[in-house]
T-cell receptor, first 114, second 114 residues
Framework: AQSVTQLDSQVPVFEEAPVELRCNYS??????LFWYVQYPNQGLQLLLK??????LVKGINGFEAEFNKSQTSFHLRKPSVHISDTAEYFC????????????FGKGTLLTVNP | GAVVSQHPSWVICKSGTSVKIECRSL??????MFWYRQFPKQSLMLMAT?????????EQGVEKDKFLINHASLTLSTLTVTSAHPEDSSFYIC??????????FGPGTRLLVL
């Protein structure tokens, strides 16, 4: 079985500050890792994904994440946030196979203040 | 990226009526689609996995006679909430699996049962 832990339920930051949203996972098999963003009253949008290769993954909107196998982490970072980054962020994993079934974390609400 | 649409985006209905929600993959064929329910300020709860041409697989605790899922083609899955009641009011999100990648999500459907 897999599980995902997002350590912070809420992260308030000021505009132009750096931010890190933490995600840890547990799994007995190799996993694929994802970050999704959800704006109010909308579906989820894929920010970035780690499937294989380089452990530093760059995504949309200036976000990046680093896969750390030894620490079973996949933290999301952005060097300078904007007001428009205010949203809910979900970390998710799946172990491959044909059904792509995702296990989600509980989400982190990022609030960017002026 | 892959695009998934949902229709309608908003629906209000009377208690006891049935409501159908459509989920379409617009630029790819999806053999597997997923239906989620999301309560306010919570993560997504997987309701069922829908495979084209076969019966859906429901998660534990989800009533399959209440939430009818049909995946008749490689680009369309439907969720019908039968005899809806106020407790069925929620945000329903579908997603479609892209082979070798992950799930791409629709924009969601807000259901309000009066």
């Amino acid at each position: 079985a897999q599980s995902v832990t997002q350590l912070d339920s809420q992260v308030p930051v000021f505009e132009e500050a750096p931010v890190e949203l933490r995600c840890n996972y547990s799994s007995s098999v190799s996993v694929y890792l994802f970050w999704y963003v959800q704006y109010p009253n909308q579906g989820l949008q894929l920010l970035l994904k780690y499937l294989s290769g380089s452990t530093l993954v760059k995504g949309i909107n200036g976000f990046e994440a680093e896969f750390n196998k030894s620490q079973t982490s996949f933290h999301l970072r952005k060097p300078s946030v904007h007001i428009s980054d205010t949203a809910e962020y979900f970390c998710a994993v799946h172990s491959g196979g044909s059904n792509y079934k995702l296990t989600f974390g509980k989400g982190t609400l990022l609030t960017v203040n002026p | 990226g892959a695009v998934v649409s949902q229709h309608p985006s908003w629906v209000i209905c009377k208690s006891g009526t049935s409501v159908k929600i459509e989920c379409r993959s617009l630029d790819f064929q999806a053999t597997t689609m997923f239906w989620y329910r999301q309560f306010p300020k919570q993560s997504l709860m997987l309701m069922a996995t829908s495979n084209e041409g076969s019966k859906a697989t429901y998660e534990q605790g989800v009533e399959k006679d209440k939430f009818l899922i049909n995946h008749a083609s490689l680009t369309l899955s439907t969720l019908t909430v039968t005899s809806a009641h106020p407790e069925d009011s929620s945000f329903y999100i579908c997603s479609a699996g892209v082979p070798g990648e992950t799930q791409y999500f629709g924009p969601g459907t807000r259901l309000l049962v009066l």
